[in-house]
């Protein structure tokens, strides 16, 4: 059901959007104007714009979106269980709201565009404990990259699996497409990424420890089949080691791959040993069509 808030204004002139951001005051003034131009804020019964001027005794009514989703979760599931289910996340789409008011209120995540976690609120799988912080993650991928992820459905296994993660215990395995010709069979990046003075993130000596295993599937025309083994999880870890060796993943626009439909990254598996259990467990994501058409397109011959 949606949550519905009449007020009645009887204070000076102000604007709509001004009034309702102090009302809401945990809400963003640009999640505000959204609410009010998609029409989820109304004043004595009409839309108006942000910039309306309230006058006393004017009613203004927010409803929060319902929940919602165009994404059915059933058909990213790989796996259910009674502790967390598995899903495949596809390339363009958020894990999160980039906005940080989602987690204390996740109705708001129904009010900006489709994320995992909209998909995940508007038909939680059986046994999903909705009170969980942040809709049971507990890692993320990146917008463009495609893949395998886990979800917690109680508190107990989200706050065991983030021990594991923190404690280098999860072992994933990502698939992508480097530009250029990688010259050694495999090997080791141990370099330290970080934010420099608030630009892009980079390789850097004043940055965090992270490393990446390597192993090269396939040389062909120019680029490069990889395989990566990230043993430490810092942001962008991948495309910035990548791209620091000298063959950044193709579609990367931000760290100079060659041009694609997308960023050529791919979580293909995960492996990590029950914490409540002891199980050793491993999913596993199929190569997406996207992705193979872009390997067959770039080592096609001329």
């Not at 994404?71 to 789409?93: S, Y």
């Not at 958020?94 to 989602?102: E, G």
């Not at 060796?245 to 997308?262: E, Q, S």
């Not at 990254?265 to 995960?270: C, G, N, Q, S, V």
């Amino acid at each position: 059901m949606a949550d519905t808030k009449k007020i009645v204004f009887d204070g000076y002139s102000r604007r709509l959007d001004v009034f309702v951001s102090d009302e809401l005051e945990n809400l963003s003034r640009s999640l505000v104007q959204k609410l009010i131009k998609d029409g989820h804020v109304t004043v004595n019964g009409k839309k108006v714009k942000p910039s309306w001027p309230l006058t006393a005794g004017e009613t203004v009514e927010i409803t929060l979106p319902k929940a919602a989703s165009q994404t059915q979760l059933k058909d990213l599931i790989i796996h259910d269980g009674k502790d967390f289910f598995v899903l495949i996340k596809p390339a363009g789409m958020l894990v999160h709201p980039q906005s940080p008011v989602w987690e204390e209120h996740p109705e708001t995540v129904f009010s900006s565009e489709e994320t995992l976690v909209s998909v995940i609120l508007a038909n939680p799988p059986k046994g999903f404990d909705t009170s969980m912080p942040r809709a049971g993650l507990v890692h993320r991928l990146d917008r463009e990259t495609s893949g395998v992820m886990v979800v917690a459905k109680t508190q107990e296994f989200q706050a065991e699996m983030v021990s594991l993660f923190s404690n280098r215990e999860v072992h994933k395995t990502y698939h992508s497409i480097a530009c250029g010709e990688v010259p050694n069979d495999e090997g080791t990046i141990d370099v330290p990424i970080g934010r420099i003075a608030g630009g892009k993130i980079k390789a850097s000596d004043v940055g965090r420890e992270a490393v990446t295993g390597y192993k090269v599937l396939e040389r062909k025309n120019g680029f490069t089949y990889i395989e990566l083994y990230p043993k430490t999880g810092r942001t962008n870890q991948l495309r910035v080691h990548l791209s620091w060796l000298g063959y950044p993943v193709l579609g990367d626009w931000l760290y100079k791959g060659a041009t694609a439909n997308r960023l050529m990254l791919h979580a293909r598996r995960i492996e990590f040993q029950h914490p409540l259990t002891g199980k050793m467990l491993r999913f596993e994501a199929p190569v997406p069509q996207d992705f193979l058409d872009a390997w067959k397109r770039v080592t096609k011959s001329k």
